[in-house]
């Protein structure tokens, strides 16, 4: 039965039953502990020294993968500093006695779960009527604030502030490395960009990097984007939102049909199509029925607005937007450069809450072009703000040598392919920057990396 403890004007309930029961369960078969950590962590015990007996399982599962007993877990938390030797261990063998059968173990847990989000709902409620009634906020950030810490509690954060490193590791470095090595592994892997040589340099998407795309107008920004959330889509099956804040729905849905169906973007604007083009198309589209692809056209929307609908989408893989200089800022600021400044800060922290790769387009400078020999674009190029080479955890760059030869050298146009673009990886904070070789097929929209040796 569930107790409540009074905490000021609120009782917090818990479950002293469900705690022990969950460590009495482990205590008499270790196996137990297999099932409780896929439902439980430290944290959700409400009794101070439950966690205690729990964070020392931990450790001992994580670590040694001996067998879990009383006398072992009474002289790990008397060298702790946790117990005194007589009342640990009668505390630990009545544990043990408590549990009729280890069966329900995972009933249990499931109860612990439930008593800790209830917990934290109270104190986040608490909160969100404490901030709302101070008056120092406006409604629109009191709303997002509200929205972002019941996400956490959905997300099963900690609510209670600060948790001690080894902890941290416990609970969650531990926990996900052996989520990597189990059988749910692919769900915790970095996406695959679907560029092989692309992700050699950076291990892929991964979860809660900001990723920008820089470039000059016509490099193809946007058909980059649109191929990377064709590939994680498709190819990962991983559920994907692009934003367009630039192109409408149709628009951005014609390239992808574009695309996918080898059929030139051109004849889909014209309906120009032959009956060979008509079955592609028709096969293309049904392709896209499984695929978890939403597009969104929303025009002047803030970061806020965009991690509201993410969040209310669910379950998100990874968010792409198109692109950073349309994005609206949130909050009115004395010139673009200090909004630029908060919208890549407010990205960042978005890929963070929502724990998972945000890519965003984004205009390069004239720089490049001013430049004498070579045009190829430098972090000093992203336009606005320094903020935005700080900000992001990745940063590439698209460029075509072709765009500039057209206005400078028409005599060497013979010996330039058209095509052929360069991916610069400009900065990598998970490893080595570089250049990466493709090609653009302009006729379907299309990029392509050219595989070589990776060195």
């Known amino acids: 039965m569930a107790e409540a403890i009074n905490s000021g004007s609120a009782a917090l309930p818990y479950s002293l039953e469900a705690e022990q029961a969950v460590l009495g369960s482990i205590l008499i078969d270790s196996d137990c502990m297999e099932e409780v950590v896929t439902i439980i962590k430290q944290e959700y015990f409400y009794l101070p020294q439950h966690r205690v007996i729990f964070g020392s399982m931990m450790s001992m599962f994580t670590g040694s993968k001996a ?131 692309l992700d050699k340099y950076i291990t892929g998407l991964n979860k809660s990097d900001l990723i920008l795309i820089g470039a000059r107008p016509a490099m193809g920004k946007t058909s980059f984007a649109l191929n990377l959330a064709q590939n994680v889509s498709m190819l990962a099956k991983k559920k994907c939102v692009f934003f367009s804040l630039e192109m409408t729905k149709e628009q951005l849905a014609e390239r992808l049909l574009s695309s996918r169906a080898g059929v030139p973007s051109q004849k889909l604007r014209t309906g120009e199509l032959s009956d060979d083009e008509w079955v592609r198309l028709g096969n293309a589209a049904g392709e896209y029925e499984e695929v978890e692809l939403y597009l969104d056209d929303a025009s002047n929307t803030t970061v806020p607005e965009i991690k509201s609908k993410v969040r209310r989408l669910k379950n998100v893989d990874i968010v792409i937007i198109d692109y950073l200089g349309l994005i609206q800022s949130a909050v009115r600021k004395e010139n673009r450069v200090q909004e630029v400044s908060e919208i890549t800060r407010n990205l960042k922290m978005m890929a963070k809450d929502l724990n998972i790769p945000v890519v965003c387009c984004a205009q390069l400078s004239r720089g490049t072009e001013g430049r004498g020999k070579s045009h190829k674009p430098q972090l000093s190029d992203l336009r606005e703000s320094g903020s935005i080479e700080q900000d992001a955890d990745i940063v590439m760059f698209l460029y075509r040598e072709d765009y500039y030869r057209n206005e400078q050298d028409e005599d060497k146009q013979d010996d330039i392919d058209a095509n052929s673009t360069e991916l610069i990886v400009a900065k990598n904070r998970h490893g080595a920057t570089g250049s990466i070789e493709m090609t653009f097929d302009k006729e379907f929209t299309r990029f392509r990396s050219i595989e070589k040796k990776y060195e």
């Open 67 to 197: 067998k879990i007993d009383p006398v072992v877990i009474a002289d790990a938390l008397v060298k702790e500093g946790q117990y005194d030797v007589s009342g640990g261990r009668e505390y630990l063998v009545a544990l043990k006695d408590s549990v009729p059968s280890t069966a329900n173990v995972a009933t249990y847990a499931k109860i612990v779960e439930e008593q800790y989000f209830l917990r934290a709902l109270i104190i986040t409620s608490q909160q969100i009527i404490e901030q709302a009634s101070g008056g120092g906020s406006e409604a629109s950030v009191i709303l997002d604030s509200a929205e972002q810490k019941i996400y956490d509690i959905r997300r099963g954060k900690d609510v209670n502030g600060p948790k001690k490193v080894s902890d941290v590791i416990i609970n969650d470095v531990y926990d996900r490395l052996h989520k990597l090595t189990g059988e749910e592994k692919e769900q915790f892997r970095a996406i695959p960009s679907g560029f092989g040589m």
